[in-house]
């Protein structure tokens, strides 16, 4: 394309209505709508495409002149016609490619060709749904089905359309001179390094090669390629965006937002085809490795503070925050794999014992089933300085949520709208051991804690708020398998914890803990309540951030007072009679995390641990009731029946088991623990006694030093982790279907009242969807409790 810049769309609109031209907006919605009355007839004339495919006038007129609920119908209805627009579009894009240099009127055309196919896409049935012939006849195809039938121009090799479309998408995001900016000098293309084109990039970064442009695109580029994500977000999608549209309305009642219930939730349904075939490392899908490298430099390049300015990060627009959410949003769902959905939870989780096996990887397979080429490219960071970019971007990310508590001007930092999305993309990178490792410094490992922190607890509420907390309990699960992770923890941390957390006064493992005990008390209850997939996601919650504790526990040289009393309140809640009495069927089934975490710091650390050692010489009875319970159930057939009637019950240990070894588990951990105690209690109590000391500081200088002879030899601690399961790929599909449907792209799934009308087409039988207003001024869950971005500073 010609090297000059580009104006923007807008004022080439303006001037072309003011010449009265052929492009003017009249001239333009007129031809969108007599594009939608061929197509709801026996096709598109050749004529009426090529003067739409010159009209600059055409995206803005789509908007308006094509109603989504009609084009719907059209999708269901004339499958045909819609497919020949598809194929149109395509031809249109791939001439366009091909064009060794281009002018503005070719660039035209190309911006039309995919504004018209992102739209027909954005209308395609995520799942195949044929419509049944009348009188019996075969159902006819749909939509989706075509897309996957061999089209091509006359005489070329014949492929899938959908395959086509995404190979086109992919192609046009690196078009010299469209979508990249290469300098005179910057002329040779094709040119590899590790696979990748690295001249094509977008942003420096990441990636084989450093040295790429680190200013932001100018506003032709940016459009450019939001155009092309667009599309390629578009044909992932299909219509799953307009399902989270219906379910977050369900949700209001007169205005207000009210989160569903997690036993209501439904999950949108996904047609992962075409996302395997971009994943799979076989198809011969061009740029992928570059446009990994782009997406994740330009997000984790992008500043929201504003320079540090205060209320500055309200005046830059929402231009290039858009843009970056497009860029989160299509790299988050390029990081699916759909082959976790096939793995069980529990057969997820994997464990080591470093003593035993020395420096070996903490986790098998930590992606999960299935190659995925754009994970195994991201498992391929393993550099200082690109480990040292991530970091860097993810801590500016969340400066904004740091910033805004410190100041003493109201408001004066703005959330950025797109932080849930970036909780997912850390998700994904903890699952890099390369990545993992290089965080060589504590400070570099306690900021990254608290990333994750201040994200998760200072989202407001979302229609999958459950999601979030899984996700966000698996990455700190994948973080503490690492032991130079976990020793890093034992720094201090000096930040501002969120509203919803207690204040940290101590090391980063109380934060941890703090975190641990925050969702494990918040879930406990639905876990043990919710019936169904809520009651799973809850315990797998739970288990999660249990686990994670687990891991830290080895290394706590020193839990802080707070963080003992949640700890001990905690286990007391899972220990009251009428749970003993359910055995593994109650919250009794988490105590064997908690036991463990209790011994793995007296086992190891139990000199520095003043505060959680004297809370369990303070608990003698209720530690000597949970052993006269797990006795009984030893030995009596009422217990074990109990306990099998929770299906669920030994997910908390990470295997199939039976009852009795769920008990006998238990009594291995409460056992040395109570001994202990018995040992140690009566003459702590003398001591304290003849002291005279008033309370509980001065009674734990009384503490003993030493309890070498009083407890087991060291048992082998392990490091748990956890890879992708139908768990986590269930959680982050429902996030990313409420993200891109309340996203920049919002407006494409909305379904506007009718303003105009096309022949008659019978509609496709599907619940209908009222919107409230517009798609900006619709009340979504994921907006609602930020306020408008200029409206937060009145």
């Known amino acids: 394309f010609g090297s000059a810049p580009l104006p923007l769309d807008g004022m080439r609109n303006l001037l072309a209505g003011l010449r009265g031209g052929d492009c003017g907006k009249a001239r333009a919605e007129k031809r969108a709508r007599q594009l939608l009355v061929e197509l709801s007839g026996s096709g598109i004339s050749d004529q009426l495409w090529h003067e739409c495919l010159e009209d600059r006038g055409l995206q803005e007129a789509l908007q308006e002149a094509w109603p989504r609920a009609k084009l719907r119908a059209l999708a269901t209805q004339k499958v045909a016609n819609v497919c020949s627009l598809a194929v149109r579009c395509v031809d249109a894009i791939e001439e366009a490619l091909e064009l060794s240099e281009s002018g503005e009127e070719e660039e035209a055309k190309l911006r039309n060709a995919l504004t018209i196919l992102r739209r027909v896409l954005s209308v395609v049935p995520s799942s195949v749904r044929p419509e049944v012939g009348a009188n019996g006849q075969e159902p006819k195809p749909s939509l989706a089905e075509e897309l996957w039938k061999p089209h091509g121009p006359q005489g070329a090799l014949l492929r899938p359309l959908a395959e086509r479309i995404v190979d086109a998408a992919m192609c046009v995001l690196f078009l010299d001179n469209f979508t990249v900016d290469l300098d005179d000098e910057d002329m040779e293309r094709g040119k590899l390094v590790d696979g990748v084109e690295p001249l094509v990039i977008w942003h420096d970064g990441v990636g084989p090669v450093e040295g790429r442009s680190s200013e932001p695109p100018d506003a032709s580029l940016r459009q450019n390629r939001e155009l092309a994500l667009q599309l390629l977000i578009a044909a992932l999608c299909g219509d799953t965006p307009e399902q989270t549209h219906a379910l977050a309305d369900a949700s209001e009642t007169e205005g207000e937002q009210k989160e569903p219930k997690p036993e209501d939730v439904v999950v949108p349904v996904w047609n992962h085809s075409l996302l395997a075939y971009l994943c799979d490392p076989s198809s011969p899908v061009p740029f992928r490795g570059e446009l990994l490298y782009s997406l994740l430099s330009a997000v984790l390049s992008y500043d929201p503070l504003g320079l540090g300015v205060p209320y500055a990060a309200y005046f830059t627009g929402a231009t290039e925050e858009d843009y970056i959410t497009l860029c989160v949003q299509a790299l988050v769902i390029l990081l699916q794999n759909p082959g976790e959905a096939a793995i069980p939870d529990i057969a997820a989780f994997s464990t080591r014992y470093p003593q035993e096996r020395g420096r070996a990887p903490a986790s098998p397979a930590t992606f999960g089933a299935g190659a995925q080429h754009f994970r195994m490219i991201l498992s391929r960071i393993s550099s200082k300085r690109e480990a040292d970019f991530i970091l860097k971007g993810i801590s500016a990310m969340t400066g904004t949520l740091r910033e805004g508590r410190s100041s003493i001007l109201p408001s004066s930092m703005r959330q950025s709208d797109f932080l849930p999305e970036f909780l997912v993309l850390i998700f994904h990178l903890t699952g890099c051991d390369l990545f ?80 641990v005990i925050k969702q494990a008390s918040d879930h406990l209850k639905a876990a043990h309540t919710a019936k169904g997939p809520a009651s799973t996601m809850h315990r797998l919650i739970i288990d999660v951030h249990l686990r994670a504790l687990n891991n830290v526990s080895t290394f706590a040289q020193c839990l802080s007072k707070d963080v003992c009393a949640r700890l001990f309140a905690f286990f007391e809640r899972c220990t009251k009679p009428a749970q003993l009495k359910m055995g593994a069927a109650g919250t009794a089934m988490w105590l064997p995390h908690l036991l463990e975490c209790f011994m793995n710091v007296v086992q190891y650390h139990f000199s520095s641990n003043i505060h959680l050692v004297y809370g369990l010489l303070k608990r003698q009875a209720p530690f000597g009731d949970l052993v006269g319970v797990v006795s009984s159930a030893l030995v009596t057939d009422e217990s074990t029946a109990l306990a099998s009637d929770c299906p669920a019950f030994c997910a908390s240990m990470g295997e199939q088991c039976s009852p009795a070894t769920f008990w006998r588990r238990l009594e291995a951990w409460l056992m040395p623990l109570y001994e202990l105690i018995l040992a140690v209690a009566p003459g702590f109590e003398a001591s304290v006694e003849r002291s005279g000391a008033m309370d509980a500081d001065h009674a734990k200088k009384h503490l003993p030093k030493c309890v070498l002879g009083l407890l087991p030899p060291p048992h082998a601690f392990a490091l748990r982790t956890i890879r992708g399961s139908a768990g986590s790929f269930m959680a982050a599909e429902c996030c990313l279907a409420a993200f891109v449907a309340e996203g920049p792209m919002e407006d494409l799934w909305v379904t506007e009242p009718e303003v105009a009308e096309v022949a008659e087409v019978p509609e496709a039988p599907r619940p209908s969807i009222v919107k409230r207003g517009s798609a900006r001024e619709r009340s979504s869950s994921r907006r609602a409790g930020r306020g408008a971005r200029e409206g937060d500073i009145a």
């Open 436 to 515: 993992v490792q290089c965080i060589d410094e504590p400070e570099k490992a306690i900021d990254l804690l608290d990333d994750i922190v201040q994200i998760t607890f200072s989202l407001p509420p979302q229609v999958y708020p459950q999601s979030l907390a899984l996700l966000s309990g698996m990455a700190l699960l994948r973080l503490t398998a690492h032991r130079e992770f976990c020793i890093a923890m034992n720094g201090r941390y000096s930040e501002k914890v969120p509203d919803a957390l207690p204040e940290c006064r101590g090391t980063a493992i109380d934060l941890l803990a703090l975190v």
